[in-house]
């Protein structure tokens, strides 16, 4: 069973760093392109960022280009999000998904979410 | 960059056909993805490539693609239809390939 967990959401204050990760269990993870996408509170969703299989391609949002950074280890099944210099609309459900294959294949799989605010 | 434009709201009657929008510069040219949100649940995917279905989404299910509009069609439309749908597209010429719509709220009546 595809299962993608993501952890390490929580409370961080303007201008602060925080790192989110999905681990990836039920599926060859080196074989599929993973995805960040987010949720404010309340709005629609909105696509963060987009890496390959083998980290040959990698896609930012313009929203969060430059502070925010995609990798993922392929050994470990793990993906991750480093985002820095957070800003208040950057408050968010933020989820990992998974691309059926290829890049822009759609996300079949997601996982449950986690909540980062960003407060003072 | 690409912008997706759904409709706010669809409402539709239990057993109805309920279409939902998703309209976009020559979108016809790019694929489409369709997925349901549930309040307080992830997003599933419905459909992909325009019209293809993951397993274990019924045929109710269906859409299409074409000039400046896709649409998805939800047929015989039941109770635990009622979501939030959201188009995306990939956009292979763009630095930011991934867009989504901005979502179509779907009550059954």
């Known amino acids: 069973e595809v299962q993608l967990v993501e952890s390490g959401g929580g409370l961080v204050k303007p201008g602060g760093s925080l790192r989110v990760s999905c681990a990836a269990s039920?599926?060859?993870?080196?074989?599929?392109?993973m995805n960040w996408v987010r949720q404010a509170p309340g709005k629609g969703l909105e696509w963060v960022s987009t890496i390959s299989s083998s980290s040959n391609y990698i896609y930012y949002s313009d929203s969060v280009r430059g502070r925010f950074t995609i990798s993922r280890d392929n050994a470990k099944n793990s993906l991750i999000l480093q985002m820095n210099n957070l800003r208040v609309e950057d408050t968010a459900v933020y989820y990992c998904?998974?691309?059926?294959?290829?890049?822009?294949?759609?996300?079949?799989?997601w996982g449950q979410g986690t909540l980062v605010t960003v407060s003072s | 960059s690409f912008v997706l434009t759904q409709p706010p709201s669809v409402s539709v009657a239990p057993g109805e056909t309920a279409t939902i929008t998703c309209g976009g510069n020559?979108?016809?040219?790019?694929?489409v993805h369709w997925y349901q949100q549930r309040p307080g649940q992830a997003p599933v995917l419905v459909i992909y490539y325009d019209r293809d279905r993951p397993a274990g989404i019924p045929e109710r299910f269906s859409g299409s693609n074409s000039g400046n509009m896709a649409t998805l069609t939800i047929s015989r439309v039941e109770a635990g239809d009622e979501a939030d749908y959201y188009c995306q597209v990939w956009d292979s010429f763009s630095d930011h390939p991934y867009v989504f719509g901005t979502g179509t709220k779907v009550t059954v009546l």
């Open positions: 998904a998974r691309d059926i294959g290829v890049r822009g294949s759609g996300h079949d799989y």
């Open positions: 039920g599926f060859i993870f080196s074989s599929n392109t």
């Open positions: 020559n979108i016809g040219t790019k694929s």
